[in-house]
């Protein structure tokens, strides 16, 4: 008789998340393997997937942590307790949102550990290194359970870096990161090269590659994104007023939800702008596809933004490559892995205007051109970015994590 696989708790800060279908796609694709899995949302989501439940961290679970388990430990693991604390006092943390994040993760350890220990994981794994990575540090410290952790942009840029990445990274079985340039931080930062694994995320079934639009006039555009600084909406916007100042004929739609909703809507009317930028809002991703499907080019204004964040490689990037839009990225970050200067995409800084513009004009104008781009691209997104291939290797990962 054969035995049970092994079980890997997955620690994600919010599951599931429209946001994040790259994720969802992660855990289908490791269920389809035969993976035992137990998800936790350490800040909202919760609820079920594909059949599995999604255990909830409820705040509501600090009050013992505070009354009871605090206190106990401080009698039974002081040392820890003390560790805790002086990483506190002794290093500023880079925001008070990193703080907080890094507390939740405390937090979750604390309430959840004695479930752990009854019930043990195999291998407990933080999707990011910011609240996750922290619950399975804190999990291996006082329990001896394996850990491993992702690794991503967020994590490595925003305000120079979660608060306790390196120590949480040191004692980990392995490192996923996404990106080549994610990996290259981190080894400039000192972590074993042996222990990186640059693993893209992917796609679980590919989109019908469309046709290309025979007249692209006027040229359709699109953004999917978060409405935050790191997107560059404001260069974004200035390639519009530019368009549209030189008569050329185009529609965009701009795709997603965040704190710069109302300002850009305000924006789109005063730059005269409303007939043709339309802020979508956020949609179901299966809605997504069908915008893409509308869509001749996605644009990606990527910038790094005042608090150090960035992009890595953004999802839609390669699923637009995926569904034959044509791609036109600034260069920041991990985006040209992906978008290759004249191979399949056209890479533009973010300023001027006119250097899109010119883009632009080139992929309304010219069909070899656009035809060429469009097929490299998709050819890309099927060596890099299939998800049961590149989850075999994360699997793989998490097997010999385990077997060590």
């Known amino acids: ?62 009050i013992p942590l505070f009354v ?13 307790v003390l560790d805790l604390f002086e ?19 405390a937090g979750f350890a604390g309430c959840f550990y004695r479930e752990f220990r009854n019930d043990p994981p195999a291998l ?55 990106t080549e340039s994610g990996r290259s931080f981190l080894i400039e930062r000192g972590v ?48 519009y007023q530019d368009l549209k ?9 701009i795709v ?5 909703r109302v300002q850009l809507e305000r924006e789109v009317a005063q730059l005269g702008l409303t007939g043709q930028v339309k802020l979508i809002g956020q949609i179901p991703h299966a809605e997504v596809w069908a915008q893409l499907a509308w869509a001749d080019v996605l644009l990606h204004t990527g910038i790094v933004a ?10 839609v990037i390669p699923e637009a490559m995926a569904a034959g839009v044509l791609v036109v990225t600034s260069p920041v970050s991990a985006t040209t892995e992906a978008v290759q200067q004249q191979r399949t995409g056209l890479v533009v800084d973010v300023n001027p205007p006119l250097a899109w513009r010119v883009a632009l004009q080139h992929l309304a104008a010219d069909d070899a051109l656009a035809e060429r781009l469009r097929t490299a691209a998709r050819q890309w997104v099927l060596e890099n970015y299939d998800a049961h291939k590149n989850t075999d290797r994360l699997a793989a990962c998490f097997e010999r994590a385990i077997r060590s």
């Open 256 to 260: 997603g939800d965040g704190p710069l």
């Open 306 to 315: 005042p608090s150090g964040d960035r992009d890595g490689l953004p999802n």
């Open 192 to 239: 074993a090269d042996a222990k990186i694994h640059v693993i893209r995320r992917g796609l679980d079934r590919f989109p019908d590659f469309k046709p290309l639009r025979p007249t692209r006039s006027p040229l359709r555009l699109i953004c999917v994104a978060r409405l935050v600084a790191k997107k560059g909406f404001n260069y974004q916007f200035k390639i």
């Open 87 to 105: 990483g506190v006092l002794m290093r500023p943390p880079p925001s008070w949102l990193n703080f907080w994040e890094n507390m939740l993760g």
């Open 68 to 80: 009871f388990i605090i206190p106990w430990n401080c009698i039974r693991r002081p040392r820890i």
């Open 245 to 253: 100042a030189a008569g050329f004929a185009f529609e965009a739609r």
């Open 1 to 62: 008789m054969s035995s049970s696989p092994p079980t890997i708790a997955l620690l994600f800060t919010t599951f599931p998340k429209t946001s994040e279908t790259f994720l969802q796609r992660d855990v289908v694709a490791l269920q389809a393997k035969g993976m035992k899995l137990r998800l936790y949302s350490l800040w909202g989501g919760g609820g079920e997937f594909r059949g599995l439940p999604v255990r909830k961290f409820n705040l509501w679970n600090l």
């Open 124 to 178: 407990v794994h933080g999707v990011w290194a910011g609240a996750p990575a922290t619950a399975g540090w804190l999990l291996w410290r006082i329990l001896g359970i394996p850990y491993s952790t992702g690794a991503h942009a967020y994590d490595l840029y925003e305000h120079g870096g979660d608060w306790w990445l390196l120590e949480k990274l040191a004692l980990a079985k392995f490192v996923h990161t996404s």
